[in-house]
């Protein structure tokens, strides 16, 4: 706890992926012996960097720039990068850490990282933002590689960042590497179906839950929080399975709309005008409402997907949900619910997916990014998304299974847990002390 001072994320991610594994390292002593866990604590490389930059009124501004690499054991480090005002080198581990068994999960040859910076891109011009962009890989670009560390996108980096970034690694490398970063356009080595991954994933991941209980998403009233780049493709493949989302929401509120989320507005208002939820609610006249104080848990729903950022869904939101009926919860976003939200939901029955599970979707198609450009080829977006959709149901019966082997049936956390770490410690031991 020392070592890892003030770093409250971090604590709260190992704690919970920890609390998970007695029953695999009592089958399995030698992981203790062998100290795989303590190692696991940290990571292989920590990078903090000064990101001095001008804004458009010719002010200095400095902001921090981070990547851990966390661990190489699998392929290169993949992980998002994160603009946020919040990030502190604890989010970016915590962030880091869930990375490597999520990464596992898919099957894919990828290790965990993450990255990201305390600079906000929200109010900035697109020049500002570029400029931002140009000075953080001008020290990152050393540092990365398609065979040695592999930033996407997260929370506030999306298109236009990654392009501005891509660009300036292009420029100072003098190395047209399209397998350097994921979440590229696609005229310049992207992948189809990329943008929407993660919240289809989520999606097909919430879709295979229910099949297994014997349900279905078809005609539920679902709830998802957020309104970026995980939570629009939520909205758009829960209405594509007949499902309707009446709220959405972001850090300036929510809005609830009965007639089911206007996904083309949402679109519009949140990709291309980068406005607030409150203009989704204007637009729409007297068809949806703000509500500017409150939680967006306590519109009644009976799936909810939590697709905005950590620990928005507290265990008194998690008792507004069972209450009001949820029979389903699945992560589009990075431990959103509190570790007390957890047992809540687990305790009353509540089917949950955790987010290294059920999230997995947009890295799984990052590594398929990355395999599109190492053979320097790009697939249809039916073949992309038909990938997807079959790593989604691969990591659904892995996690399945897993649990079933432990005698811990239906317990996605544990199942979630137990199937990554295994994979992520076997690779550790094969390759010696390291
Ligand atoms: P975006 O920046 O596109 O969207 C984030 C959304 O969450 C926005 O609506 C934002 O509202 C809201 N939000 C962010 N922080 C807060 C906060 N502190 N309080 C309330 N609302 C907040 O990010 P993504 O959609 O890419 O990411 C969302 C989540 O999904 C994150 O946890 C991310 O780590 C996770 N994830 C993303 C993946 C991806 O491929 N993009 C892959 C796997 C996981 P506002 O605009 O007002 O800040």
Redesign the pocket.
């Known amino acids: 706890l020392r070592r890892n001072a003030g770093e409250h994320e971090f604590h709260q991610a190992v704690e919970e992926v920890l609390g998970s594994l007695g029953p695999v390292v009592k089958r399995h002593p030698h992981y203790l012996d062998e100290r795989v866990i303590e190692r696991l604590c940290e990571p292989e490389r920590q990078i903090i960097f000064r990101v001095p930059w001008t804004d458009d009124a010719g002010q200095v501004q400095i902001n921090r720039g981070f990547r851990v690499e966390y661990s190489s054991v699998l392929g290169p480090y993949k992980g998002?990068l994160?603009f946020?005002p919040?990030v502190l080198l604890g989010t970016v581990k915590f962030?880091g850490f869930e990375q490597i068994f999520k990464n596992a999960l898919t099957g894919m040859p990828i290790g965990g990282g993450k990255g990201g910076s305390d600079f906000d891109p929200?109010g900035r011009s697109d020049t500002e933002v570029m400029r931002f962009c140009q000075s953080f890989m001008t020290e990152l670009y050393r540092h990365l590689g398609e065979y040695t560390d592999v930033p996407?996108?997260?929370?506030?980096v999306?298109g236009r960042e990654i392009g501005y970034l891509f660009g300036q690694y292009k420029r100072i490398t003098n190395r047209y590497e399209a397998g350097v970063l994921t979440?590229k356009g696609l005229a310049w080595g992207g992948s189809r179906a990329r943008t929407e991954?993660?919240g289809y994933g989520t999606v097909y991941f919430a879709d295979e839950m229910a099949r297994h209980a014997g349900r279905s998403l078809e005609g539920k009233r679902v709830v998802v929080?957020?309104?970026?780049?995980?939570?629009i493709y939520a909205v758009e493949k829960v209405t594509e399975l007949g499902g309707t989302v009446v709220a959405c929401?972001?850090?300036?509120g929510y809005v609830v709309d009965e007639d089911g989320i206007d996904l083309d507005l949402l679109k519009d208002l949140?990709e291309v005008r980068r406005e607030?939820v409150g203009a989704y609610a204007e637009e729409r006249g007297g068809r949806a409402r703000l509500v500017q104080d409150g939680s967006v848990w306590d519109v009644p729903c009976e799936v909810a997907l939590p697709?905005?950022?950590?620990n928005?869904l507290d265990d008194e939101a998690a008792r507004t949900l069972v209450r009001n009926g949820t029979w389903l919860v699945a992560e589009?976003?990075?431990m959103?619910s509190t570790p007390a939200a957890v047992r809540v939901f687990q305790e009353a029955g509540v089917l949950f997916g955790p987010?290294k599970a059920a999230?997995a979707g947009?890295?799984a198609t990052s590594a398929l990014e990355m395999q599109q450009n190492a053979s320097r080829d790009s697939w249809t977006f039916e073949h992309t998304d038909a990938r997807l959709g079959e790593i989604m149901r691969n990591i659904h019966q892995r996690v399945v299974t897993t649990a079933e082997d432990y005698d811990r049936p239906g317990d996605y956390v544990f199942g979630a847990n137990a199937a990554g770490f295994t994979s992520v410690a076997d690779a550790m031991l094969a390759m010696g002390v390291i």
Not at 225 to 231: F, L, P, T, Y
Not at 307 to 310: G, I
């Open positions: 998002g994160r946020h919040s962030l929200k996407a996108g997260d929370i506030g999306g979440g991954a993660t929080s957020g309104s970026g780049n995980v939570a929401s972001d850090s300036s949140k607030r697709c905005a950022t950590q928005e589009g976003a990075n959103p987010g999230n947009g890295v």
